[in-house]
């Protein structure tokens, strides 16, 4: 070999090994979650995203501000991903998660400072999210989880959104109602709740609707804009002439045969309109084309014709109706039909809607809200979505625990009592994870511009005494007390998850010593 150095690696390719790659892991991971930690809470800030094309994102979502910000650090993306599965696990608790995960990282970083090993300290994380899930349980309500609780979830979980004019109390509403519609013996079907949000008027309005809402207007002006107990007919049919007509060259050379032509052309129409109406159709919804003529003819027998449905729309229709979609006109027949209570139309500023209620398949409910402008509606339709997840977390589960902090409390609490028995340098970082986990109250307490903490020494003497003591906001005012009593409430299955994702990656990012990337 004589003296010759090996490449294993292609020479382009960087590496970071040992502590460096550790220390600069663990920054990325912390800069990510510091970034949201404003967002917290009823009192958290929003944030202005705005990306290279212009278009601006307002929002105050742990999960779709680091989606949006566009991260490349490989460890940074991990905390993204905490907050992604905490998403989608749980609906809610993406910010709690993502900060939690950064905490543990800085926390970890002072451990390693003291010369404990990341191994130890991944044991030691582990060791305490295991205790932290035990105090989570034994913070569970005891009581059963009725709609009153169910409301407070959703409030909870709303306050401090951006919800335009509309209060989160009027909006838990809605969003209880909604969940308890799908709610079966098979347990919620959480997708059968849509939301559609209409810009263009104050947001000040929220309405259930028993049924799906679309972006469609009748095909003619003469239409029915409301049809009771409706027989649907969904197609993907074209009711114009067929394109392969139009294109077709006619060796026309007389007026005669233009005649033709043209009766051909229109008995095909009439054709089309006459088979529709003696369908016994009162509505159709076809994803193609419908010819002028036809819908004309259609709006004369009162027929009620949208056309040009997207697909996923039409599949709305049919799957609310029970309709059955048909490719073909000659095909349709009785049993192809859905079914719906009433079927109307109605326009807001420049948009025309379709809402389809009752129908026979209706297993479906739609919120309706709407809101000033893009930005609002768009805030409130997350804010609505998180609502409508952790009320059916809740209903699930059966669970609440208290918010407000005062679970982490409780969290911190037990892990610091048990860590007296845990021996060595694991017990350093047992305690590390419960002052990790303060974070949550500091930074509740922080956003409402208290002293963490002074906060802090409050909660504690406060659980101490009481049990239970969260940094209560209620207005204008900040109080320390019971979150149950005031109705802050979070599923347990937010907290549990929060827990979890956030020591997984948190204990993944700390066990890296080598990062070897290519170029
Ligand atoms: P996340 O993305 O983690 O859900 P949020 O901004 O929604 O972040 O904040 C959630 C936290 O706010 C939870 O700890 C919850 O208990 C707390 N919270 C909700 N409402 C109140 C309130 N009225 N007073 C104090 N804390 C509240
Ligand atoms: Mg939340």
Do not use: C, W
């Amino acid at each position: 070999m004589g003296g010759q150095p090996m490449f294993i690696m292609s020479e382009d390719s960087q590496r970071t090994q040992g502590r460096d790659a550790q220390s600069s892991n663990i920054m990325a991971g912390k800069a990510v979650a510091e970034s949201v930690r404003t967002t917290l809470g009823p009192r958290g800030m929003d944030k202005m995203l705005v990306d290279s094309g212009g278009d601006v994102v307002i929002t105050n979502d742990g999960a779709t501000i680091l989606n949006e910000m566009d991260i490349e650090h490989p460890a940074a993306q991990m905390i993204v991903e905490v907050s992604d599965s905490q998403e989608e696990e749980v609906g809610d608790g993406t910010t709690t998660a993502a900060v939690l995960a950064g905490n543990l990282l800085g926390e970890a970083e002072d451990l390693i400072e003291q010369d404990v090993h990341a191994t130890t300290i991944v044991e030691g994380y582990h060791e305490a999210a295991g205790i932290a899930l035990e105090a989570i349980d034994e913070q569970v309500n005891e009581a059963d989880v009725d709609d009153e609780i169910l409301r407070q979830v959703a409030e909870s979980s709303m306050t401090g959104k951006g919800t335009g004019g509309l209060t989160a109390a009027s909006l838990a509403e809605t969003v209880v109602e909604a969940i308890r519609h799908v709610d079966t013996d098979a347990g919620v079907a959480r997708d059968n709740v849509t939301v559609h949000t209409q810009i263009g008027a104050s947001s000040n309005a929220t309405e259930l609707v028993p049924g799906i809402v679309v972006d469609e207007e009748p095909a003619h002006d003469g239409m029915p804009s409301a049809v009771e107990d409706a027989s649907i007919a969904v197609l993907d049919v074209e009711l114009d002439v067929r394109t392969g007509d139009v294109d077709a060259e006619y060796a026309i050379d007389s007026i005669d045969q233009l005649n033709a032509a043209i009766d051909a052309e229109e008995g095909e129409l009439e054709g089309y309109a006459e088979t529709v109406a003696e369908s016994g159709a009162d509505v159709v919804f076809t994803t193609e084309d419908v010819a002028d003529r036809v819908a004309n003819a259609l709006a004369n027998e009162g027929v009620l014709v949208f056309e040009g449905l997207g697909d996923s729309d039409a599949r709305q229709v049919a799957s609310a109706t029970g309709a059955r979609r048909v490719g073909d006109l000659d095909d349709l027949e009785d049993s192809d039909f859905g079914s719906a209570d009433r079927i109307h139309t109605e326009t807001y500023g420049d948009d025309d809607l379709a809402f389809v209620e009752g129908g026979a398949a209706a297993e479906t409910v739609t919120v309706f809200v709407r809101g000033g402008t893009e930005h609002i509606v768009d805030e409130l339709e997350r804010a609505i979505g998180d609502a409508l997840d952790v009320v059916a977390t809740a209903l699930e589960s059966g669970e609440v625990v208290p918010g407000a902090g005062a679970t982490e409390i409780s969290i911190a609490d037990k892990i610091r009592e048990e860590a007296a028995g845990i021996e060595g340098r694991k017990q350093l970082a047992v305690t590390a994870f419960a002052d990790a986990v303060d974070i949550v109250p500091r930074t509740l307490a922080a956003n409402t511009g208290r002293d963490p903490i002074d906060v802090l020494v409050d909660l504690r003497a406060a659980h101490d005494a009481e049990g239970r003591a969260g940094l209560i906001t209620t207005g204008d005012e900040v109080t320390i007390g019971d979150p149950f009593e005031h109705g802050v409430v979070d599923p347990a299955d937010v907290k549990r998850e929060a827990i979890e994702s956030a020591t997984e990656a948190a204990t993944m990012i700390a066990r890296i010593d080598d990062v070897i990337a290519a170029e």
